[in-house]
């Protein structure tokens, strides 16, 4: 009898740690291509690898995206190398033996489109490993993909919204990536949540960007207690209010009357009323450049400005009045290259990255923005934090901090209820919370009928081992993350002194590093001719698919996510299914797409 305890000790704990192990949820941390890309910023992007055999791809993080995004062959002319990598390299989709394709559809890029950037894709399904061979991070097979060539998107994207993607064609909603990696056997993602900072191209030395799902690398912000909760419309979750925006440069803040503004990954430059450029022109000597709709800085007050090296201070909260969050922006994330397709001339120019935002709803705080903050996205919760980014050396270890899903909700559903909704979605089986719920109960249970067999074990040992359960101290965890004890409260001064104290002064004009100077004009309709000189289709014309995207479908009212859109207006019970007007226009048979004698990049 004396010696069956410990057997059952033992045995008790295996099957704890099996559980656990079982259930092991490790947040993953997408590495940096170490590359900054694009046609302003540049920024830097982030590996994936797509199809079989794996293509490696280099893109940004999409917030609000189901949907991974890779730019196509057909951007590009053939064999053109400088355009392959400049686009963050090429989909061969049909180089790819497990590429399925769906059809054509709208991207839904609602906030996006707003301030002018939209497009359609190639729908599809292929494999999406994150990050590149090495790197040690999961493959998903059939992930969906859309292929683009629009430029209003220049580099491929990663799909971060958990949300199912519905083709208005097929009945059934396709899980998400997230919803994915959140349901994989083994090593899920602890939760449907993720964090990203843009990282900064002209701090000496240069900051990659970070991009975590499941949780977040804790030396790249500084900790706030202000929680943001989701934007009631489900395609506009990172609501802000802006409350004031101040500048060294001035005494008067340029904006005093709050606004609501929203966050996006996949806009690059930051648009406020025009009320406020016009103060930022003053405060900064800033000139409106009608040709480019840039404000361009030339060198002298690009000089000026780096010797001044004024700050911009942004207070935002989740209202208008109340709690807020300091981001202090130094004017090294204020000065960005803009390639030769931007500035229309035959160089790249710095640039000064703020847009008049015609009406309310184009307040966007894009990608510069977020060089200096740092977002945090929790699905199962409704809500994200933004907090002040820190600039760790790269000398630093991540400390990667999963975040883990809420223990007493218990519906996250797939995706969460949207907190618009009624979030009741009663009678739906096992959710994410009760898993957990019973993983932790069985786990503590064990562990308890372990312990006291231990202790009864020991007591006829003179020297107790190290007790098994050590590491499977799962209440402790949890604990110490759901509390996040080490969040202190507001930012206050101690920040500006964090991110001016490292500022570099040094000019940057001519280093854009590896961007590569387009010709192409940045608009639409000119998608197409890139693709060489072969006769375009009527079919798939750019002209065509870009402006038949119905107005209605860029509203702001709509509260559902995007949809791929089907060749067919119908008058949808369901918000947020929106459909298009011209069946020729969108689905051209597969046979006719790939036949167009499109250069391939091969
Ligand atoms: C290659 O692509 C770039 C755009 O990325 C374009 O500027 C250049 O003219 C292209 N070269 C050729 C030979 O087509
Ligand atoms: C890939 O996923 C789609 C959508 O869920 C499905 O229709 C298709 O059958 C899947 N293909 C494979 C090879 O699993
Ligand atoms: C998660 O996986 C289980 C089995 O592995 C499956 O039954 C369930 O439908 C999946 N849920 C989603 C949302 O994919
Ligand atoms: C803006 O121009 C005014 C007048 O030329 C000058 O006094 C001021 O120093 C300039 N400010 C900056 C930031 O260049
Ligand atoms: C540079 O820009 C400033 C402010 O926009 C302007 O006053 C100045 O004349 C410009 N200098 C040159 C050399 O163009
Ligand atoms: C806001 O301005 C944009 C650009 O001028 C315009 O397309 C859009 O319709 C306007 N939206 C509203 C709600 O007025
Ligand atoms: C947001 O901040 C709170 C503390 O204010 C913390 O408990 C939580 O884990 C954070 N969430 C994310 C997604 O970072
Ligand atoms: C797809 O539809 C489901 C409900 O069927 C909804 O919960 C989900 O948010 C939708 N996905 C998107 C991306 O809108
Ligand atoms: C397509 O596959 C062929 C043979 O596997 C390879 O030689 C070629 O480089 C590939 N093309 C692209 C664009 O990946």
Not at 31 to 57: C, L, M, N, V, Y
Request: aromatic share 10%.
């Amino acid at each position: 009898m004396v010696h069956e305890r410990p057997a059952v000790a033992v045995l008790l704990a295996v099957l704890a740690a099996a559980v656990l192990v079982a259930g092991a949820a490790t947040p993953l941390s997408i590495r940096p291509s170490q590359q900054w890309d694009g046609k302003e910023g540049p920024w830097s992007t982030f590996r994936i690898e797509a199809g079989t055999p794996a293509q490696q791809f280099r893109v940004l993080p999409a917030h609000d995206q189901s949907t991974t995004w890779l730019v196509l062959s057909e951007a590009c002319s053939a064999n053109n190398d400088t355009c392959f990598e400049a686009r963050g390299r090429l989909y061969a989709r049909d180089n790819s033996s497990t590429w399925t394709e769906k059809g054509f559809y709208g991207l839904e890029p609602w906030l996006e489109a707003r301030v002018g950037q939209a497009g359609d894709g190639q729908y599809g399904w292929d494999d999406i490993t994150l990050g590149w061979a090495g790197d040690n991070l999961p493959t998903l097979k059939n992930q969906s993909i859309a292929g683009i060539v629009t430029e209003s998107f220049w580099l491929g994207s990663l799909a971060l919204n958990p949300r199912p993607v519905n083709f208005t064609d097929y009945n059934t909603p396709i899980p998400s990536l997230m919803q994915n990696l959140r349901n994989k056997t083994n090593d899920p993602i602890p939760s449907l949540s993720w964090s990203y900072t843009a990282g900064a191209y002209n701090k000496a030395p240069k900051v990659y960007g970070s991009l975590v799902l499941g949780g977040y690398d804790a030396t790249k912000f500084q900790p706030n207690s202000v929680t943001f909760p989701f934007g009631s419309d489900q395609s506009f979750d990172f609501q802000v209010a802006v409350q004031t925006i101040r500048t060294s440069l001035a005494t008067d803040p340029l904006l005093d009357t709050g606004i609501i503004a929203y966050i996006s990954t996949l806009v690059p430059d930051i648009w406020l009323p025009e009320n406020v450029c016009e103060k930022f022109e003053k405060a900064f000597n800033l000139t409106w450049d009608e040709k480019t709709e840039l404000y361009l800085l030339n060198t002298s007050l690009h000089q000026t400005l780096l010797q001044e090296d004024p700050t911009v201070t942004f207070t935002l909260g989740p209202e208008v009045d109340g709690a807020g969050v300091t981001i202090n922006m130094p004017y090294f994330n204020f000065y960005l290259t803009a390639s030769a397709e931007l500035t229309k001339s035959s160089s790249s120019k710095l640039y000064f990255p703020l847009k008049r935002a015609a009406n309310d709803s184009q307040y966007v705080l894009g990608r510069a923005f977020l060089q200096s903050a740092h977002l945090s996205a929790d699905y199962e919760r409704n809500s994200f934090n933004l907090s002040q980014a820190l600039y760790p050396s790269s000398q630093t270890e991540e400390e990667i901090v999963a975040v883990l899903p809420p223990l007493t909700e218990t519906t996250p559903g797939v995706g969460g209820p949207g907190t618009g909704g009624s979030g009741a979605e009663s009678g739906q089986a096992l959710s994410t919370g009760a898993i957990v719920g019973i993983v932790v109960g069985l786990v503590v249970v064990g562990a308890v009928i372990a312990l006291v067999a231990f202790l009864l074990y020991r007591r006829r040992k003179a020297k107790p081992k190290k007790h098994e359960l050590a590491d499977t101290d799962i209440m402790h965890d949890i604990s110490h993350e759901v509390s996040g004890e080490h969040i202190k409260a507001e930012m206050g001064g101690g920040m500006a002194h964090e991110v001016a104290g490292d500022m570099d002064p040094k000019a940057e004009l001519s280093a854009h590093g590896p961007q590569k100077p387009v010709e192409a004009e940045g608009n639409l309709e000119q998608i197409y001719e890139m693709a060489g000189d072969d006769p375009k289709p009527v079919e798939v014309s750019g002209e065509s698919m870009v402006h038949k995207i119905p107005p209605s479908m860029m509203a702001s009212n709509h509260n559902a996510m995007p949809s791929p859109v089907s060749p067919q207006w119908e008058d949808s019970t369901s918000p947020g299914v929106h459909f298009y007007t011209d069946e020729s226009t969108l689905t051209p048979s597969s046979e006719h797409y790939f036949n167009q004698g499109y250069p391939r990049h091969n």
